[in-house]
């Protein structure tokens, strides 16, 4: 019996089919390597390289490997971009789950765990977001991924299937040295980029209204939060109950000074941010607490900062010149 890993040779993708294996659980993943890559997908692993909007595809891959569940990662996953590529965004984030949800239907599996995202939040009222917190997404991308969980709830208001879905952040390290994040989006990746080539990275806004002046995010271990897709897979196999939605947060979060700050000490670097001025729509906090997940989930934060910032750096140093971002 196997799981199947949508996205599984992208960089949260990747982590999950680890840690799937290392719980010894059989794995099979579909991605269209628009930005995953194939040497990401260890070798006994099979690799189906297909886009999900191709349901013939899909539905060969369920059968042919036997599966059981799905853990859906693959997406459009740019909040940024998606406003000026709503259409793409759509259709590759819901046009793409609903021909995944048809090809599962068809095929018997009945258990999904979606990697959804704290972007169906849009910017909270509150400073502490929790499953309760009203969803706003504000972009394309926000908006995609809450669709996909009304597409799963739906699905199961309409006959049996089993889902739950994962919200968070930001995700950083890395698991093993030759994984890493190509995002050209995502802070880890575009100060180690600038840190790499020798440029100096800066910071937006340093008179925001927290300790050290500078925006506080969620930042979550991409390992930790790959064993909570899996523990989550084991839940729905062993037909424990879920929750519909399960935030994965630090509960505290941490600034972008302290950050750079870790950067600085653990790359050996002295370096000092470059101070810019603030983006527009950056709130000064957000962090999501993790309680739920915590007592379901076995959730928590089992890397430091230090932790986080070392791993990314040195999956970053082994990629050298090769590196696709």
């Not at 950067?263 to 739920?292: K, S, Y």
Request: net charge negative.
């Amino acid at each position: 019996m196997t799981w199947l890993v949508t996205g599984g040779a992208g960089y949260i993708g990747a982590h999950v089919v680890r840690a799937l294996r290392a719980d010894g659980i059989a794995v099979v993943v579909i991605d269209d390597l628009s930005t995953g890559l194939p040497q990401f997908v260890p070798d006994d692993v099979p690799l189906v390289r297909a886009n999900l909007l191709d349901g013939d595809a899909v539905r060969a891959t369920l059968a042919e490997h036997d599966v059981v569940g799905v853990i859906h990662i693959a997406g459009y996953k740019y909040a940024g971009e998606s406003v000026t590529r709503p259409l793409h965004t759509y259709t590759q984030n819901v046009s793409a789950m609903v021909t995944l949800l048809a090809a599962m239907a068809d095929a018997g599996v009945d258990k999904c765990v979606f990697s959804s995202s704290a972007a169906t939040y849009g910017t909270p009222d509150t400073e502490l977001v929790d499953e309760s917190t009203p969803t706003r997404p504000e972009s394309p991308y926000g908006e995609s991924k809450l669709i996909g969980e009304w597409l799963l709830r739906d699905v199961a208001a309409a006959g049996a299937f089993q889902h739950t879905s994962l919200r968070y952040f930001n995700v950083v390290g890395s698991g093993s040295d030759e994984l890493f994040d190509v995002s050209p989006f995502n802070l880890f990746p575009l100060v180690f980029d600038m840190l790499f080539h020798g440029r100096t990275p800066r910071i937006n806004g340093t008179d925001y209204p927290t300790p050290d002046g500078t925006c506080v995010r969620d930042y979550i271990h991409v390992a930790d939060l790959a064993m909570a897709h899996v523990a989550a897979a084991r839940r729905l196999q062993s037909g424990q109950p879920v929750e519909p939605v399960y935030n994965l947060g630090s509960g505290s979060g941490t600034s972008v000074r302290e950050i750079m700050t870790a950067m600085r000490e653990v790359t050996g670097i002295d370096f000092e941010p470059e101070i810019a001025p603030r983006r527009p729509g950056d709130p000064a906090r957000i962090v999501a607490a993790g309680e739920l997940a915590a007592r379901d989930l076995d959730w928590r934060m089992r890397h430091s900062l230090t932790d986080m910032v070392a791993s990314a750096w040195h999956a970053r140093q082994r990629a050298g010149d090769a590196y696709p971002g």
